[in-house]
T-cell receptor
Framework: DSGVTQTPKHLITATGQRVTLRCSPR?????VYWYQQSLDQGLQFLIQ???????AKGNILERFSAQQFPDLHSELNLSSLELGDSALYFC?????????????FGPGTRLTVT | GIQVEQSPPDLILQEGANSTLRCNFS?????LQWFHQNPWGQLINLFY???GTKQNGRLSATTVATERYSLLYISSSQTTDSGVYFC?????????????FGTGTRLTIIP
């Protein structure tokens, strides 16, 4: 158990819908990262938050947004869902936003868009 | 951006065999992580290894940063070792520590 929690574990929804994925980082970790793992793209970085502020953006679609709340949990919002958004979404956390610190991954949320 | 390549892409071994997985990266890195993704999809941290050698039970890892590669050794393989092994390196650029993942090595251990 990495100490990072994600809910829900599985999500099945229809095209055009909107979903929210939730992540709680390890106790004491200030930085949260979101990654997407799809069959054709592999594991890709989406976005990073550090202590409530957006720190870095990767290949995140405009239909996707995220935020980190004062209690440090984070939510990833996916809207106008398409079939191609079906993937495993991981959240990771690390101690600080700078420097080289190990990232720990949650169990993931498997999203299926039908 | 930095390229991360893993080899071999697939490996099928009998239980009890040893294996070596390789990770090459195209630029200097300050650290490297190895992960095991089990058949249920969970990403499990194996090693955080900027340089040198670390051991954890039947697994060990060596990173030679100056030559831009890392090796993961698995000895006396068990069926529970099956899954995909990823290496990942961070891109540190004014606080951006996103991980860039390799394409993985799929390991299948046959009883």
């Amino acid at each position: 158990d990495s100490g990072v929690t994600q809910t829900p574990k599985h999500l099945i929804t229809a095209t055009g819908q909107r979903v929210t994925l939730r992540c709680s980082p390890r106790s004491g970790d200030l930085s949260v990262y979101w990654y997407q793992q799809s069959l054709d793209q592999g594991l890709q970085f989406l976005i990073q938050y550090y202590n409530g502020e957006e720190r870095a953006k990767g290949n995140i679609l405009e239909r996707f947004s995220a935020q980190q709340f004062p209690d440090l949990h984070s939510e990833l919002n996916l809207s106008s869902l398409e079939l191609g958004d079906s993937a495993l979404y991981f959240c990771a956390s690390s101690v600080l936003g700078q420097g080289n610190y190990e990232q720990y991954f949650g169990p993931g949320t498997r999203l299926t868009v039908t | 951006g930095i390229q991360v390549e893993q080899s071999p892409p697939d490996l099928i071994l009998q239980e009890g065999a040893n294996s070596t997985l390789r990770c090459n990266f195209s630029d200097s890195v300050n650290n490297l992580q190895w992960f095991h993704q089990n058949p249920w999809g969970q990403l499990i941290n194996l090693f955080y290894i900027p340089s040198g050698t670390k051991q954890n039970g039947r697994l060990s890892a060596t990173t030679v940063a100056t030559e831009r590669y890392s090796l993961l050794y698995i000895s006396s393989s068990q069926t529970t070792d099956s899954g995909v092994y990823f290496c990942a390196v961070p891109i540190s650029n004014f606080g951006n520590e996103k991980l860039t993942f390799g394409t993985g090595t799929r390991l299948t251990i046959i009883p």
